[in-house]
């Protein structure tokens, strides 16, 4: 019979409706989950046929219906690092005035909101600006320059949001102490805040790199071209006032203007991108987990 | 415990701020470099011909290897237009260059364009391989397509589609600014608008692809883009008339309405890198590619208008 | 930051010209820092700067283009460009994928903050970072793929690439901003307030109805908003699963534009300087105004609750 402990009706609802409230919570966080292993394992499987260091490294052929995929890839790698080189020091400058100089008055506060704001522009806004601005105004033309550039200030919010979220993480201690013995602002910076901060940058730059690989609207209006003839693995096929093919674009054209093109081709290009971005940013997750447990304060 | 950390995380923050110094020297410097020993020919235009043109520049590296071309598409208009500013090299278009251009690319280089005829092309009008029509009239597709026209379902055509309950047709169309959409208004339509409400793909893959998937859809693109999941239709220029199959033959002998000549423009006459190019086009290379992409070759071509 | 560094003893020991390069160093640390501003100024101007001169120009009027659904940028003999359609293209797909998201989203984001163990939390955090990171033209060419079968099939729709599938592409693609801004809301809630509710006897459930989500509502709002934001704004992915058909859709089957799409479909092939390319560019200064209202919305939403 009921002991002294047994549910009343209302604990027992109470307890039915928690069960149901989470049940329902966890489904609906696990349909997170399903979506994620649907597409990468369904775009793997119809991609398995050509999938092999060779497709990597090989160039297209056959009017693009065969063949690999070298001189897109090389394409992406030019602009994510020219936009990395131009965005990473700007960013990571704006993040320490942010961080380390801002006094929190109006103008401040405004530098805040652009930043969030920046973040939130359509990326097809950003390539109408690249278009506008660097290609036009700018007189650098269809050009890898034009493209790089538009990457870098549309990932910029990525970079400034991750350091200062890796320097905000430095306890004021550390800072006052600098100071304490003398040291100037810029000193503190450089002694204390940015070695305790440097791997927390890094996992923003990681990021960086895996947002700008996948952009597609930016670089299709700036300099990213249809096709160029390339050498099979040439690791240097671009010069800055060149255009180039890119990854992305490759598998918009692969799959809305290449006639018979083979079966498993534009699925095998998607696999690439998608697996080239989520492997940076999983090594971004495991920079950040492997931080966290090293950190000693 | 502010431990000054050991060296190299130090370096890494600096090699940060110096890559901050590098910024100008890498811009500036940077927008004059580029290759100098090998040579760039920069080619835009027509999304017809750009399959084509893609494997002329693949081939081509066999037999100029210091060559480079750069393909791109985004339209005849914008192919043309980029000619006229100097910006790229050839220009591919899949309609004639208007009158107003070449006086505009006058009026900006003093070079007047000169054209050349590299293939021909029939616009195809594809319907799904199970949709037992055949052959279509200009009449009905401007009935189809043009704004006002009233044809909405296969059974106003006289056509029932096995295995479709709601025959609804689903007009497949390409984006308004590419030469097709304006070649296909001008000559099946009669430059009358399209109708609102078409799907407007971006690709003429695209249209053939989902025509290929729709039992109940109409498309058109160039002929070289057929699948064996579509069906070109015979077309005749109104009721009566007989009907004609995009083939080589009929758009040698101008008996398809839908036909239209493929050309590439240069800034003046071409020298150098790029005549050699043109010539390597025209050359029967050039030609087996243009007749292995589905389109018909120049020499089967009606000349020039 | 609080305390000012004591620099004076320093400065008198160092050599004139560390002084000098240190200056000039900050000089370049708040340049860095106002360019977020420059850069935002940069993209209005440029992007209105290519538009503007088509506000003064004879074929355009201002209310067709709000109001018209007419969009025929290059038609040979009646050109009008009427955007009304494509607006509520973005709209209806907008909608549709918030209609999914935002149960889904903030579900995720009360389990995550409320109800799991910090293990499986961990994981889904990775896993929804992994999902915000498939750059949206894959998400387009699954959308155009795969879904457009999947749909064909359980709906019987003669095409596949509609509002359905842009919406379900489009909330796939949103969940993980408003799980994650959601989530940091949920867990602006001081503990205090968990712990009243607990020595009340509610359960995590009462807990959360009763207490977090009328304490968090704002932050939760933001998270919204900011799913909005980058359903707008996305480009390829609706590009390529939507069907970019330009009319007012009646069903969740029907094909429609949005303004993103139609700005990628025709940028490339309007020659530079013409209307039409002016047109596309206010397209952009209209997006460009669209998202930085949301965006600033949001901003101010959030920084509503932290003022209390």
Known sequence: MAGRFAKTPHVARKEIAESIARGIFGLMSAAMILPLVLIVGYLVVRAWPVLSWEFLLDVPKRGMTDGGIWPAFVGTLYLVGISLLVSTPIGVLAAIYLNEYAKDNWFNRLVNLAVINLAGVPSIVHALFGLGAFVYAARFGYSILSASLTLAIMTLPVIIASTREALASVPMAFREACWNVGATRWQTVRAVVLPNSISGILTGVILQVSRAAGETAPVMFTGAVFFKAVERGDLFPYGLTDQCMALSMHLYTLATQVPNVKEALPYATAVVLLGSVLLVNATAIFVRIWLRNRKKW | MTRVRPSTPRRLALLVIAAAFAIPACGGGGAKGGKSSKTVIQNKGSDTMVNVAQVWAEEYRKAAPDVEVEVSGGGSGVGIAALLKGAVDIANASRDLKMSEAEQAVKNTGKLPAGYNVGADALAVYVHKDNPMSEITLVQLTDLYAEGGKVTRWSELGVTIPGVKDDTIVRVSRQSSSGTYEFFREHALGNRDFRLGSRDLNGSKEVVELVGTTPTAIGYSGMGYATASVKMLKVAPKAGAPAVAPTIAAVHDKSYPLARSLHVYTLGEPKGAVKAYIDWILSPAGQKVVEDAGYVPVAAAPPKP | ?308
């Open chain 3, 1 to 308: 930051m609080s305390a000012e560094p004591r620099a004076r003893t320093a400065r008198a020991v160092r050599p004139r010209a560390a002084v000098l390069a240190e200056k000039a160093l900050e000089a370049v640390i708040r340049l860095s820092g106002v360019s977020a501003i420059v850069f935002v100024a940069a993209i209005f101007f440029f992007v209105l700067r290519e538009a503007a001169p088509v506000l003064f120009s004879e074929g355009f009027s201002l209310k067709q283009f709000l109001f018209s659904t007419e969009w025929y940028p290059t038609s040979a003999t009646n050109v009008r460009y009427g955007t009304f359609a494509l607006t509520v293209g973005t709209v209806s797909v907008t909608a549709l994928a918030m209609v999914l998201a935002v149960p889904f989203g903030l579900g995720a984001a009360i389990f995550l903050s409320e109800f799991c163990s910090p293990r499986v939390r961990e994981t889904l955090k990775v896993v929804i970072e992994l999902l915000s990171a498939i750059p949206s033209v894959v998400w387009g060419f699954v959308g155009l793929t795969v879904m457009s079968k999947l749909i064909v099939s359980a709906t019987g729709a003669p095409v596949g690439v509609n509002v359905l599938n842009g919406g379900i592409i489009l909330a796939l693609m949103s969940v993980p901003v408003i799980v994650s801004i959601g989530e940091d809301a949920l867990k602006a809630v001081p503990d205090s307030f968990r712990e009243a509710g607990v020595a009340l006897g509610a359960t995590r459930w009462q807990l959360v109805y009763r207490v977090l989500l009328p304490a968090a509502k704002n932050g939760l709002l933001a998270a919204v908003l900011l799913g909005v934001g980058r359903a707008v704004g996305e480009t390829m992915a609706v590009l390529m699963a939507t069907g970019h058909a330009v009319h007012i859709p009646g069903s969740l089957l029907d094909s429609v534009r949005t303004l993103t799409a139609n700005i990628a479909a025709e940028l490339g092939e309007a020659p530079s300087g013409s209307d039409h390319y002016r047109v596309l560019f206010l397209t952009g200064t209209l997006l460009f105004l669209i998202t930085l209202v949301v965006n600033l919305t949001a901003d101010f939403v959030v920084r509503g609750i932290r003022r209390k």
